[in-house]
């Protein structure tokens, strides 16, 4: 079956510094990647997404690289601040109909 | 900016009753989704439902569960005979291209 990992389950950055965040996958076949972040008691927030076809991404503050070679995801957050304390899913599109979710990061930020 | 919404926001039920967590998904979205969550792990694909019927399921979501778009709003997920394990925070999710979440039903089983 499908298996979505995460190498850490707790990242602990410096206000201000910036946070990697990192996922494995491993469906080689894999072609829509998806970051959500989640606050304690809300759901999963999309933040950034990549398609196969690329292998890097960014958005506002936020980061995404793609490798598809050795099937690695991550998430880059520059100038990491305190409202970025949350948990990080990566997400990978599974067939048309389904998302699996990774484990799970938590980013704590420190003043 | 439109939401998927849910409710309840947190529902309890005794053991063995049927509960019906309830979601409005964004209205020009054509996919939806249910998910849960038990506390402290990842997100858990359940179902996934497009054109009206069932698209995809795991090997979570047996007889005991069941969804339906009764019209063009709602998407509901009926838990028939809850139990204890079926306590979890649910997710329903819609998309056209990436899904978006809602913020939840907690299920309690007591």
């Known amino acids: 079956g499908e298996s979505v990992g995460l190498h850490l389950p707790t990242l602990s950055v410096q206000e201000g510094d910036n946070s990697i965040i990192n996922c494995a996958y491993s469906?080689?076949?894999?072609?829509?990647f998806i970051w959500y972040k989640q606050e304690s008691g809300k759901g999963p927030q999309f933040i950034i997404d990549?398609?196969?076809?690329?292998d890097k991404r960014q958005g506002q503050r936020v980061t995404v690289l793609l490798n598809k070679t050795v099937k690695h995801l991550s998430l880059q957050i520059a100038a990491t601040q305190p409202g970025d304390s949350a948990v990080y899913f990566c997400?990978?599109?599974?067939?048309?109909?389904?998302?699996?979710f990774g484990t799970g990061t938590r980013l704590k930020v420190l003043a | 900016e439109p939401e998927v919404t849910q409710t309840p926001s947190h529902q309890v039920t005794q053991m063995g009753q049927e509960v019906i967590l309830r979601c409005v998904p964004i209205?020009?979205?054509?996919?939806f989704y249910w998910y849960r969550q038990i506390l402290g792990q990842k997100v858990e694909f359940l179902v996934s439902?497009?054109?009206?019927?069932?698209?995809?399921k795991s090997e979570i979501f047996d007889d005991q569960f069941s969804v339906e778009r009764p019209d063009g709003s709602n998407f509901t997920l009926k838990i028939r005979s809850t139990k204890l394990e079926d306590s979890a925070m649910y997710f329903c999710?819609?998309?056209?291209?990436?899904?978006?979440f809602g913020q939840g039903t907690r299920l309690t089983v007591v």
């Open positions: 997400a990978i599109q599974a067939g048309t109909y389904k998302y699996i």
């Open positions: 469906n080689s076949a894999s072609d829509y």
């Open positions: 990549i398609r196969s076809n690329m």
């Open positions: 209205s020009n979205h054509l996919y």
């Open positions: 439902f497009y054109n009206n019927e069932i698209s995809e």
């Open positions: 999710a819609s998309a056209r291209a990436e899904a978006f």
